[in-house]
């Protein structure tokens, strides 16, 4: 698989005490100083990942530093996620694509291995499954059958590419819907760089609920096909320095309420004041530096 780039060699380090014992990793404290207190956790993801990924620490203190002012930052950061997740809608034209491309490759002489998916990139085919019996203890081995009979030609090409491409693994008919694999099976929280250091998991997936992610501390969001696949080749992500909404619940739920209706309730709300394109990102009440830019 996959092992993430070393991290700049003029980035400041620092060491941390972990359960796991001690963990080297970019201490963006350091870099930011005092404006680290006054950026939301989605930043600070960002910031720390572009960091690796360019080694801009002008560019990026600059930045933040005039959107804790108020104007514009004029800046985008470059983000390099860990990994990719696909399901077979988006996969299959994608590779596809690759297909293509390393053909094209080897007509010219050239080894078709070179175009192999740099992050790791995991298949989820039970995206569009159907259910043709329910009810019935062999519901799932029939539904599973008929699955692979009705679409054995693309389970058969995704096969191949698993295969072909060691950093791609396809999850089979019949495991699960991608966003459950990916917080039950995939997500690592932590990921340790070729030099030792570690960082946070970072991902993007082909779905609009790949943001699930999001609830263990994996930053993610959900891209187009032909973004996965610029970023599944090696090349960093462009990222307008993004709006980021902050949410603070207190009191507590009345007798009768659920937590579906919480959800709904604050869903509709963000929806009001138009969230689309912008992080949200729930506060804590405790160690809350307000912004100045903001309400």
Same mark, same amino acid.
Not at 21 to 49: F, S, T
């Given at each position: ?11 400041q380090m620092t060491t941390v005490a972990s359960p796991a014992g001690e963990m080297?990793?970019?201490?963006? *404290? ?19 990942? &572009? ?13 933040? @530093?005039?959107?804790?002012?108020? #104007?514009? /930052? ?6 390099? /996620? $860990?990994?990719?997740?696909? +399901? ?21 002489? +050239? ?32 539904? !599973? ?25 396809? $999850?089979?008919? *019949? =495991? ?17 760089? %070729?030099?030792?250091?570690? +960082?946070?998991?970072?991902?993007? *997936? !082909?779905? #609009?609920?790949? /943001? ?22 090696? %090349? ?9 909404? *902050? ?9 009768? !309420? ?8 604050? =869903? ?9 394109? @912008? ?7 405790? &160690?809350? #530096?307000? /912004?100045?830019?903001?309400?």
């Amino acid at each position: 698989g996959h092992t993430p780039a070393a991290v700049r060699p003029d980035i400041q380090m620092t060491t941390v005490a972990s359960p796991a014992g001690e963990m080297k990793c970019l201490d963006l *404290g350091k870099i930011l100083g005092d404006r680290i207190g006054r950026l939301p956790h989605v930043l600070r993801l960002l910031a720390e990942n &572009h960091l690796r990924e360019t080694g801009d620490v002008a560019g990026l203190t600059g930045a933040v @530093s005039r959107w804790i002012e108020g #104007s514009d /930052p004029a800046f985008e950061f470059a983000f390099r /996620p $860990n990994r990719i997740l696909m +399901h077979d809608t988006t996969c299959t034209p994608a590779l596809a694509d690759v297909a293509a491309m390393r053909d094209v490759l080897r007509e010219a002489g +050239h080894d078709p291995e070179i175009l192999t998916p740099y992050l790791p990139v995991e298949v989820s085919v039970d995206h569009s499954v159907a259910v043709d019996i329910f009810g019935s203890g062999s519901a799932l081995a029939v539904n !599973t059958a008929n699955e692979i009979a009705r679409n054995a030609e693309r389970y058969a090409f995704m096969k191949w590419a698993a295969g072909a491409m060691k950093t791609l693994n396809v $999850n089979p008919p *019949g =495991t699960g819907i991608m966003h459950t694999i990916n917080l039950e099976q995939l997500a690592t929280l932590a990921v340790q760089g %070729q030099d030792g250091s570690w +960082h946070a998991d970072m991902m993007i *997936g !082909t779905d #609009s609920h790949t /943001p699930m992610i999001n609830g263990i501390g994996v930053l993610a969001w959900g891209v187009g096909g032909l973004e996965a696949e610029t970023a599944m080749f090696g %090349q960093a992500l462009s990222l307008a320095f993004p709006e980021v909404v *902050g949410v603070r619940l207190t009191g507590k739920l009345r007798p009768g !309420t659920t937590a579906t209706d919480l959800a709904l309730e604050v =869903t509709h709300q963000l929806r009001k004041i138009g969230v689309t394109g @912008s992080f949200v990102e729930f506060l804590s009440l405790i &160690h809350i #530096s307000e /912004p100045t830019r903001r309400t």
